[in-house]
């Protein structure tokens, strides 16, 4: 079975620094997806970036951006330049290639202080 | 694009009735919907995956006759909690795939999600 795991229950971070968010995995498939979502506090989710595991490149988009090191099972997320608005629950999140369903961390709570 | 709403987005109920949750897709077709269950201050949880037209996949310890669940159309499902006590108290998450954005297509689109209080 596939797991995910996230380390980090809490962590901060003050306005215009850059923080990283760990996360692992455990699968034995070759082909999934990963994903980081955010959940501010209206608890919206809202998809953050999405990565393939056959691609090597990490992906990007905007301020954040992925560590993926496939060997490791890691896949840790990168916050440049954090603003107020970052604060939130972010989950981390495994898709099977095979199947459809998420399987999600228990999640890290950031702060953005000002 | 890939918007996914649900109604109500709050609901109160008396022990014993049922509720129901609609989460519909407006602005694409979702072949494949999800319902999720979130505790506070904890992970969501997948509690059912829907598939249109057909009957639903429920996860282990997820009891089929409580939760009901539907999915008539490309653009909605809806979960149906029947005879709910004080436990099934939560927050109920729709999500669904947007099955024609090309290499997007497993990427998970969420609603705002439903807050159910039984009293």
């Known amino acids: 079975a596939q797991t995910v795991t996230q380390s980090q229950p809490e962590m901060s971070v003050q306005e215009a620094e850059t923080v990283t968010l760990s996360c692992t995995y455990d699968?034995?498939?070759?082909?999934?997806?990963l994903f980081w979502y955010k959940q501010p506090p209206s608890r919206q989710m809202i998809l953050v970036i999405r990565?393939?595991?056959?691609?090597?490149q990490n992906a990007t988009e905007n301020r954040f951006s992925v560590n993926f090191q496939k060997a490791a099972k890691s896949f840790s997320l990168k916050i440049s330049d954090s603003q107020l608005g970052d604060t939130a629950m972010y989950f981390c999140?495994?898709?099977?290639?095979?199947?459809?369903?998420?399987?999600f961390g228990k999640g890290t709570k950031l702060s953005v202080k000002p | 694009g890939a918007v996914v709403s649900q109604h109500p987005s709050w609901v109160i109920c008396k022990s014993g009735t049922s509720v129901k949750i609609e989460c519909r897709s407006l602005?694409?077709?979702?072949?494949?919907m999800f319902w999720y269950r979130q505790f506070p201050k904890q992970s969501l949880m997948l509690m059912a995956t829907?598939?249109?037209?057909?009957?639903?996949?429920?996860e282990q310890g997820v009891e089929k006759d409580k939760f009901l669940i539907n999915h008539a159309s490309l653009t909605l499902s809806t979960l149906t909690v029947t005879s709910a006590h004080p436990e099934d108290s939560s927050f109920y998450i729709c999500s669904a795939s947007d099955q024609t954005r090309g290499e997007s297509t497993d990427t998970q689109y969420f609603g705002p999600g439903t807050r159910l209080t039984v009293l």
């Open positions: 829907s598939n249109e037209g057909s009957k639903a996949t429920y």
């Open positions: 602005d694409f077709q979702a072949t494949t």
């Open positions: 699968t034995s498939e070759n082909n999934y997806y």
């Open positions: 999140a495994f898709m099977s290639g095979s199947q459809g369903n998420l399987i």
């Open positions: 990565q393939e595991a056959y691609k090597q």
